[in-house]
T-cell receptor
């Protein structure tokens, strides 16, 4: 299994440009999470999907951010227009089914997309 | 105040030392507790999880939860250079186990 695949691994763009980050979850996993990681704030949950349906997008910082999951094997996170404060590492994670009976939220993370907005 | 607080470190120890990593939290609804390990330029990976108060051991790792003090710990015995990573505590409330809240992470360096 190739794990969770994210692209691009690195993106450098200028303020005002549109950024699209992509994620392919593990086959058979039916929950998908987008996180953002910065030194100051750590890992923050942006949005998550269960069975391709967005469940909670309360972590999305602004209307400039949007996420879609058109099918079980693909998701995108889009920032339009991008700003320097959006610079961070964006992680996608997937999970098989719901959190287990133990409550353990066993997420498998991708390697992340490092975004720099100049 | 953040819901989950974690000392960022860095924590630097010699090989073979016992390491103690800690988190405090403010939300008494947290009931499921996890530790993730993150190597440089990689995504976090689940190391251990525990439910409610108590201890759990897995090889060189022991996770401890004290709900009365809102305090969790991860102990690493006989630390190895390969343990050098950032350790993130994470927890979920009983009413929404989908919502995993992370600490900011403690960077650990084990030198030979």
């Amino acid at each position: 299994d190739a794990g969770v695949i994210q692209s691009p691994r690195h993106e450098v763009t200028e303020m005002g440009q549109e950024v699209t980050l992509r994620c392919k979850p593990i086959s058979g996993h039916n929950s998908l999470f987008w996180y953002r990681q910065t030194m100051m704030r750590g890992l923050e949950l942006l949005i998550y999907f269960n069975n391709n349906v967005p469940i909670d997008d309360s972590g999305m910082p602004e209307d400039r951010f949007s996420a879609k999951m058109p099918n079980a094997s693909f998701s995108t996170l889009k920032i339009q227009p991008s700003e320097p404060r959006d610079s961070a590492v964006y992680f996608c994670a997937s999970r098989e089914g719901l959190a287990g009976s133990s409550g353990a939220n066993v997420l498998t993370f991708g390697a992340g997309s490092r975004l720099t907005v100049l | 105040q953040k819901e989950v607080e974690q000392d960022p470190g860095p924590l630097s120890v010699p090989e073979g030392a016992i390491v103690s990593l800690n988190c405090t939290y403010s939300n008494s609804a947290f009931q499921y507790f996890m530790w993730y390990r993150q190597y440089s330029r990689k995504g976090p990976e689940l190391l251990m999880y525990t439910y409610s108060s108590g201890n759990k051991e897995d090889g060189r790792f022991t996770a401890q939860v004290d709900k009365s003090s809102k305090y969790i710990s991860l102990f690493i015995r006989d630390s190895q250079p390969s343990d050098s990573a950032t350790y993130l505590c994470a927890m979920t409330p009983f009413y929404n186990t989908d919502k995993l809240i992370f600490g900011t992470g403690t960077r650990l360096q084990v030198f030979p």
